[in-house]
């Protein structure tokens, strides 16, 4: 059903506050968003009652950017992750070099950095990608930032 464009932006959501993902190891999946993709831990809340621990990881604030929640069911040591979901998304400046780092971490690189294999449009643009996992398993596509043009050497 679709809504014309006079819907009141106060019934309509404003921005994306987190994606969840369900880990087995809590401990191992943050160091692994920490240390190896450099985010932070923004919030922790212990459900004693209900057996279970989020964690919300990111680059920024939970009032200005979108986090990544990491839940922690105590007890369950094993999910399957089901056809629908695809990965998550990040952008770097140097995808070689960011590359380079998490292989040297011992990150499995699923794609090894380079194009992608189709254009965006008539232009022949191609982005540079690149795909790793983390430790539960899931997909995280790398996005190569575009160069800057500016004229400065």
């Keep these: 059903m679709m809504e014309n ?6 019934v309509l ?3 994306m506050l987190y994606t969840m993902i369900r880990v087995t190891d809590l ?3 943050v160091a692994f968003y920490q240390d190896v993709l450099g985010m932070r831990e923004v ?7 209900g057996e279970f621990t989020l964690v919300f990881m990111g680059y920024g ?3 200005d950017e979108m986090l990544i929640e990491l839940t922690y069911n105590w007890g369950d040591d094993s999910y399957t992750h089901g056809t629908g979901y695809g990965h998550l998304a990040l952008e770097v400046s140097d995808i070689v070099a960011a590359c380079e780092r998490f292989d040297s971490l011992g990150v499995n690189i699923t794609r090894k950095p ?5 254009t965006v449009d008539e232009t ?5 990608i690149a ?3 983390d430790p539960d398993g899931y997909q995280v596509e790398l996005v190569e930032a575009p160069a800057k043009s500016g004229g400065q050497a």
Aim: glycine share 8%.
């Design 27 to 29: 401990d191992r999946s």
């Design 5 to 10: 464009a006079k819907t009141p932006k106060a």
């Design 61 to 63: 604030e939970a009032s």
């Design 124 to 128: 022949g643009h191609r982005e540079n």
């Design 131 to 133: 795909f790793i996992e």
């Design 114 to 118: 380079g194009p992608m294999t189709w």
């Design 13 to 15: 959501p404003g921005r």
């Design 43 to 49: 919030r922790r809340e212990t459900f004693t009652e």
